[in-house]
Each structure stands twice: as C-alpha cells, then as structure tokens.
C-alpha cells in the first residue's frame, strides 16, 4: 500500500476520534496514558534527531539506527506512543465511531510499521540482529 495513503488513513482516524460526540468515560484514569504517552514521546525525542523522523515509512538517505533509550525496548516506540495516547483519548469518550478509527490507525500504522521493518532491513547491516532482540510495538510483549 502507498505510503501516503497509510499516513492518510492515520490521521483520517485521529481526526475522527477528536471530533466531539456522544460518549461515556469508561475509565476514570484515561489521562494517565496520556502522560505516558507525552512522556515517552519526550523519552524518544531525547535519543533521536528530528531529522531522523520521517512521516512515511521510507528511510531518509542520512537516517541512522537508533538503539538507545526506549528504541532498546521497541522498534517503533513513536508508533506506541500515538497509540497509546489516541487510546487514553478513545477512552475519555468512549463510542463505537472511536473504537472503529482507532482499530483503523492501529492498522495503518503497523502496515507502516512492517513496511519500515523492510526497509531498515535493506538499509542497515544491523537491522537484524536489532529486531531479534527488541519487541517491534509493545515492550516484552509484541
């Protein structure tokens, strides 16, 4: 799928989840994954450039593998991160139209995922050895 439309359909999803409408808290610590997800993406700006990020999947020419920080846990962790904070949001208003787009950006963004893992794998000697030892989105987990 065209890396483009990937992002698209992510922040078509995003956008309909911030689009207000009738809803019940499911849970009342909603907000503690926001946290989390603010602080980790602070973690992640921490051990990697601004320039090494890229909102498709392609690898820019001057990328390089980072291995530190939360990158020693997951492969993907900006992508944990927008999951985990469009979660806390799904779960501040909880309806069925959230709970949809937010399947769909899970989607998108581990086809994106996969797609970078190709990639990274053509890109970087390393790449491999990397993703043996490290969980691709969740950390121990998956």
Same mark, same amino acid.
């Given at each position: 799928?065209? !890396? +483009? &439309?990937?992002?698209?359909?992510?922040?078509?999803?995003?956008? /309909?989840?911030?689009?207000?409408? !009738? #809803?019940?808290?499911?849970?009342?610590?909603?907000?503690?994954?926001?946290?989390?997800?603010?602080v980790?993406?602070?973690?992640?700006?921490?051990?990697?450039? &601004?320039?090494?990020?890229? /909102?498709?999947?392609?690898?820019?020419?001057?990328?390089?593998?980072?291995?530190?920080?939360?990158?020693?846990?997951?492969?993907?962790?900006?992508? #944990? #991160?927008?999951?985990?904070?469009?979660?806390?949001?799904?779960?501040w208003?909880f309806?069925?139209?959230?709970?949809?787009a937010?399947?769909?950006?899970? /989607?998108?963004?581990?086809?994106?995922?996969?797609?970078?893992?190709? =990639?990274? #794998?053509?890109?970087?000697?390393?790449? +491999?050895?990397?993703?043996?030892?490290?969980?691709?989105?969740?950390?121990?987990? =998956?």
């Amino acid at each position: 799928m065209n !890396s +483009l &439309v990937l992002v698209g359909i992510q922040f078509l999803a995003i956008f /309909v989840i911030m689009i207000p409408k !009738s #809803s019940i808290m499911i849970i009342p610590f909603w907000w503690v994954l926001l946290c989390i997800a603010t602080v980790t993406a602070l973690w992640i700006f921490a051990h990697n450039r &601004v320039g090494n990020f890229n /909102v498709v999947p392609e690898i820019r020419d001057n990328a390089k593998l980072i291995v530190t920080g939360p990158y020693r846990y997951v492969r993907h962790p900006m992508y #944990s #991160s927008l999951i985990l904070f469009v979660l806390g949001i799904v779960l501040w208003h909880f309806n069925v139209i959230n709970v949809l787009a937010l399947c769909i950006m899970i /989607v998108a963004v581990s086809l994106k995922a996969f797609k970078e893992e190709k =990639l990274w #794998s053509n890109h970087h000697e390393d790449y +491999l050895a990397y993703k043996k030892r490290t969980k691709m989105i969740i950390p121990f987990i =998956l």
